[in-house]
C-alpha cells in the first residue's frame, strides 16, 4: 500500500511539473483581450490615453478558434486579424495564426484592414534564436524530418509554406521532452526522440501528422 502511495506521489509530481513547464512566453508581449491599441500615420501604438477618442479594442471570439477581434472605441465592430496572437514591433502589427502557422503584417485605412504575409528572413529576423522548419521540408512519403539537436535547448519555428491549414494541431510526443507555446507552430526540443505534430493523434489523408525526428 505504501509503495502504490508513493508511486501516486511520484506521478502526480511528474505530472505536475510537466504542466508547469508546458506552456512558455516568446519575447513579444500578446495584445490581449480588453486591451487597446491605436494607429496614428500607419504606425500602431498600444499608448492609449484616456482623453483619446479613436482607438480600438481586442476581445476574442466565441468558440474553439479563439480569434481576435477588434472593436472601435464606440462598440462598433472593427476588423477581425484571423489571428490567436497580436503584437506591436516597431510600429507594426503583427499577428500569428495557429492553424496557418504562419505570421501577418497589418495595415488599416479608410476602414479597411489589410494584410501582407511575413516572409521567412522577416520572421527569422523576429526570432534570431529559433530555426525554422518549413512543412514542404518534410518527406512526402513519410511526413517526416530528420534533424539534429545541437544545444540545450533547440528552438524551433513549424513555418507553413504550403497551403494547407493545420488547425487543432499541436505537437506530442513518447520519449522526447518538449516544452510548449502559445503560438502552436514553436517548440522548444530539450531531449532527442521522435515528436508528433498531428490533429488529435490523427494520421489520415486529410489530416495527415508530422514527424520530427531530432538526433
Excluded at 480588453?34 to 482607438?55: A, F, G, M, P, Q
Excluded at 479594442?57 to 476588423?79: C, H, R
Excluded at 513555418?159 to 521532452?177: A, E, I, K, P, Q
Excluded at 489523408?205 to 520530427?212: A, E, G, I, R
Aim: charge should be neutral; charged fraction near 25%; proline fraction near 1%.
Amino acid at each position: 500500500m505504501k509503495k502504490i502511495f508513493l508511486s501516486l506521489l511520484v506521478l502526480c509530481g511528474l505530472t505536475l511539473v510537466s504542466q508547469a513547464a508546458d506552456l512558455a512566453n516568446i519575447k513579444y508581449k500578446n495584445i490581449k483581450a480588453e486591451d487597446k491599441l491605436k494607429i496614428v500615420n500607419d504606425v500602431w501604438t498600444d499608448k492609449v490615453k484616456r482623453s483619446d477618442s479613436d482607438y480600438f479594442i481586442k476581445f476574442v471570439s466565441d468558440g474553439s478558434g479563439s480569434y481576435s477581434e477588434f472593436y472601435n472605441s464606440d462598440g462598433s465592430f472593427a476588423f477581425n486579424t484571423g489571428c490567436q496572437y497580436e503584437f506591436i514591433k516597431n510600429g507594426d502589427l503583427i499577428g500569428y495564426s495557429n492553424q496557418d502557422l504562419k505570421f501577418y503584417d497589418f495595415t488599416y485605412s479608410n476602414g479597411e484592414l489589410s494584410r501582407r504575409e511575413l516572409t521567412e528572413e522577416e520572421i527569422q529576423t523576429l526570432f534570431p534564436d529559433y530555426e525554422i522548419i518549413k512543412i514542404s521540408e518534410f518527406a512526402e512519403t513519410t511526413n517526416s524530418f530528420k534533424v539534429k539537436k545541437d544545444k540545450l535547448n533547440f528552438k524551433i519555428i513549424l513555418l507553413n509554406d504550403t497551403d494547407r491549414n493545420f488547425y487543432h494541431y499541436g505537437f506530442t510526443t513518447g520519449n522526447s521532452r518538449i516544452e510548449k507555446y502559445p503560438l502552436s507552430g514553436f517548440l522548444n526540443i530539450k531531449k532527442r526522440g521522435m515528436i508528433q505534430f498531428s490533429h488529435f493523434g490523427d494520421n489520415t489523408k486529410d489530416n495527415p501528422w508530422f514527424v520530427l525526428l531530432v538526433r
